[in-house]
């Protein structure tokens, strides 16, 4: 039976392990929040740098370690999310979230040949609906404000309260940002996509044979006709500027590209937990393509072209 000393010794103490136990359900509340694995390591790494920045009588008397830097990690990426979309408004051509990797996929594998701790944040994400390509582009054109509470209040299941704390909002107001980001995700959400299970899993297999046969016949029938692929590049490789839309431009772009791109070996890979292709030239990855399917073929491709965004896909 703990004394009232032993309840404050507890709380005084807070346990190590607790506190960097946190970073994988961080890391995926930041990626979904910025869309960036990259930006989302970096707003984990300075939630704890701040955490350990505290002077030691801050940090016992801080009741709930995990509600703390929850609190600091929804407010850093808040910010981020601000200047991102000032970055990307000067952003050459379109803007995709970074891609992820099946775990059993990545190529990095865990840190130390078997170590305990994974050696990429990739490695850490929880692949599910909410990390889905469809679901984060629609994130992106909501407000920062929108996509904080909708995300941890319906994805996380923060309650307003809480969520209220993390965006400066009360919790009235973030009810209603909640509420307006919902209806954006309504207004975009098409049929429900296929899991990478059975026949989605055939399509994108004979959708690969067909990319490498140049078969614009079989690509087209393959595709949905008001399919629509979008490619990000960064600007830092080539890649169209504005979205390709309709089956048949889309067949003929792809077969266009495979013919002036020789050496690429196509793989079926799972990408944000869907089907997908990874595209690699001499071993290097230069291509991840996400793909939604709905009644058995292909209605949005986004490719990944900037390598900036392939490092947890690169053979290195």
Known sequence: ?????????????????????????????????????????????????????????????????????????????????????????????????????????????????????????????????????????????MTPAERVAFVLHDVFRYPFAEVAAIVGRTPAACRQLAASARRRVRAVQGPAATPPTGQALLVVRQFKEAWE??????????????????????????????PVEGSERIARYLVHIAGRSPGLTLLERTVNGRPGLVAQRAGATVTVAALDLADGRITHIWAVRNPEKLRPWDLG
Do not use: H
Request: proline share 6%; with cysteine; net charge negative.
């Open 213 to 242: 046969a140049k078969d614009i016949g079989a690509l087209v029938a393959l595709l949905d006709p008001g399919a629509r692929m979008v490619a990000d590049g960064g600007g830092l490789v080539g890649a169209v500027l504005r």
């Open 1 to 141: 039976m703990n004394t009232p000393s032993d309840a404050v010794q507890e709380r005084s103490e807070p346990d190590p392990g607790a506190v960097t136990g946190e970073r994988s359900r961080l890391t995926n509340l930041a990626y979904r929040l910025l869309g960036s694995l990259a930006e989302a390591e970096d707003a984990v790494q300075e939630t704890y740098a701040r955490w350990y920045a505290m002077p030691r009588e801050q940090q016992e008397a801080v009741a709930s370690p995990g509600a703390w830097l929850t609190t600091v990690a929804g407010r850093v990426c808040l910010d981020l999310l601000g200047s991102a979309r000032v970055r990307r408004e000067r952003y050459v051509g379109e803007w995709i979230p970074e891609p992820l990797p099946d775990r059993a996929q990545w190529i990095g594998g865990t840190a130390g040949g078997g170590s305990r701790e994974p050696a990429d944040p990739a490695d850490r994400i929880t692949l599910d609906e909410s990390v889905g390509m469809a679901f984060l582009v629609v994130l992106e054109s």
